[in-house]
DNA sequence: TCAATAATTAATCAGGCGATTGATTAATAC
DNA sequence: GTATTAATCAATCGCCTGATTAATTATTGA
C-alpha cells in the first residue's frame, strides 16, 4: 500500500488552531504494536455497514464513519480509495459468503431430491442460509438490510445486485423448473421476482409489519416468517405458473 | 404567506460578483402575469418528485430542483419551508387522490360480491388503482415509483407509509377475512406483508427482472404484471392462511 | 544499523449544502 | 392613487462534504 501523487503546497499555514474538544487518541505516526485496535480496517467496515444499512448511501458521509470508529477521514482514504470504494468493499465482504453457502444449499437439495424437487423444498433451500445467517447476529442482518435497501434502488443499485446474485437465481429458477415442468420462463421469472420482494421487504427491517398489526407480528421474528415465506410464494409459483393447485 | 424574522446583516458587501454563465430568466420582483409560467409552485413538486424518485431522497439537493425548474434556491424556501417540506408535500399531493381510489374500489367489490367475497378480487381491488395509475403516466410513475422508495427506508419511512395507507389496508386484510373465514390475524398480516413486498419491489422500477431474464420480462409492462401478481398472491393468501388449495 | 515501508494525524482544498435576508417589482385592495 | 401583499432574484451565512497532502512515528527487512 503505497501513494505517489504530487501536487503543489499551499504554504498559507498561519494558525495553528489547536483546543481540540474530544480526546484525540494518539499523536501522528505509526502506533506501537501493542496500542491494541487491530485490524482497523475490519473495524471501519462493520460501521460503514451499520450506517449504511440504517441510513442509506448517500445520508452517511466518510466523516461520520470515521468519527463513530476513532479515526480521522484520511483513515479511510488510507485504506479504500474514496466513499464508493468503501461501499464496495462492504458490500463485497460478506457476498460471496452467503453466495457460496446459497449455492450449495441448492444443490445439496437437488442431489438429495432427485427427480421429486419440489418448490417448497426449491424456495426453502434459497431463503434458508439468507433468513438463518439474518437471525445470525448484528452484522449479518446490517449486512443483509443493506443489500434489501440497494435492492431498490436506481442509480448503480440494479447493477450491484445482478452482478452479486444473479447466478444463485438462476440456479433457483432452473430446479423450480424440474419440479413444474411446462412453465413458461416468464411465469418463473415473474414468480421469482414476486418471491424476491417479499424477501427485500422483510430483510429491509423497517417496522412497517410490527406496526400495521399492532405488534402481533414482529419483523424480526424469522422462524415466524420461514415457513409462511416458503409456503406463499410455493403457492404462487404453482399457481402462476400454471400447475394443478395443490 | 408572509415571511418575518428578525436577524443582522452582513454590511460587508464587497465585490458584487456578477458574470453570469447561464441566461437567468428575470430581474427581481414579481413577474408580470403574462411572462408564462403560471403555477411554479406545481412545476417545483413536480421536478422534485422526479428526482426524489430517481435518485433518493438524501442525494437530491433542494438547489438542484431549483436549477432544474428555472428558479432561484429562495422560491423553494419561499413555496415550502425546507426540504423535508418539500418532501412531505410531493408525497402527499398524490397520496389522498390513490387512497380514496383504492378505498372506493375496495368498497365496491366488497358491495358487488356481497357474501361471494375472493381473495382474488379483494386483491386485484386493491392492486388495480395503483397499477393503473402507474402506467398511466410519467408523474404517477414517479410518484409510486418514491413511495416504494420511502417503503423499503428506515429512518422516517416508516411512520409515512404507515400515515398514509395503513387504512386501505386494514380494509383490504377485512375483505380478505370474509373470503378465508377462519384464518388467523397473525397469518393474514404476514401474507400482506409479502405481496405487499412483491409490489413495493414492482414499482420501483429498478430494471431488475429485465435484466435477470435477458429482456423476456419487462418492469413497466402492466398488463403483464397484473393478473400474475393477482394470482401469486391469492395463491399465497389462501396457502399461509390454511384454506384448502384450490 | 539503516533504508524502506506501513500506519497514523493535522491541516487543508475546493466545492456543495440548506437556509435566510433584503431589495425589487408587479398585482391587488382600499 | 396609494398601501399592502405576492412573487421574484442576488447574495450570503455557516457548516459539511469527499478528497488529498505533508509530516510523523513505528515496524520490518537487508
Request: glycine share 6%; proline share 5%; charged share 25%.
Amino acid at each position: 500500500m503505497s501513494k505517489v501523487r504530487t501536487r503543489r503546497q499551499s504554504a498559507s499555514a498561519a494558525a495553528p488552531q489547536r483546543a481540540r474538544l474530544v480526546a484525540r487518541r494518539t499523536k501522528p505516526g505509526r502506533p506501537p504494536k501493542n496500542s491494541a485496535d487491530p485490524a482497523l480496517r475490519e473495524r471501519i467496515l462493520d460501521v460503514a455497514e451499520a450506517q449504511f444499512s440504517r441510513h442509506g448511501y448517500d445520508a452517511v458521509s466518510t466523516r461520520a464513519v470515521a468519527r463513530a470508529v476513532g479515526a480521522t477521514p484520511a483513515m479511510i482514504h488510507y485504506y479504500f480509495n474514496s466513499k464508493r470504494e468503501l461501499f464496495d468493499a462492504v458490500f463485497a465482504r460478506r457476498a460471496d459468503v452467503i453466495n457460496t453457502e446459497r449455492m450449495a444449499a441448492l444443490d445439496a437439495y437437488a442431489a438429495r431430491a432427485g427427480a421429486n424437487v419440489t418448490v417448497e423444498g426449491a424456495i426453502a433451500a434459497f431463503l434458508r442460509p439468507a433468513l438463518a445467517k439474518f437471525a445470525e447476529g448484528e452484522g449479518w442482518r446490517n449486512y443483509l438490510t443493506l443489500v434489501a435497501q440497494v435492492g431498490n434502488k436506481h442509480e448503480w443499485g440494479g447493477e450491484v445486485m445482478t452482478r452479486s446474485f444473479d447466478p444463485v437465481i438462476q440456479r433457483l429458477i432452473a430446479i423450480i423448473r424440474k419440479a413444474l415442468p411446462g412453465a413458461s420462463d416468464v411465469n418463473l421469472y415473474w414468480a421469482y421476482h414476486f418471491l424476491s420482494g417479499a424477501l427485500l421487504l422483510t430483510l429491509s427491517e423497517t417496522d412497517r409489519i410490527d406496526r400495521l398489526s399492532a405488534g402481533l407480528c414482529r419483523s424480526v421474528d424469522i422462524p415466524s416468517i420461514e415457513p409462511r415465506m416458503v409456503e406463499f410464494a410455493a403457492a404462487g409459483f404453482r399457481r402462476v405458473c400454471g400447475a394443478a393447485p395443490g
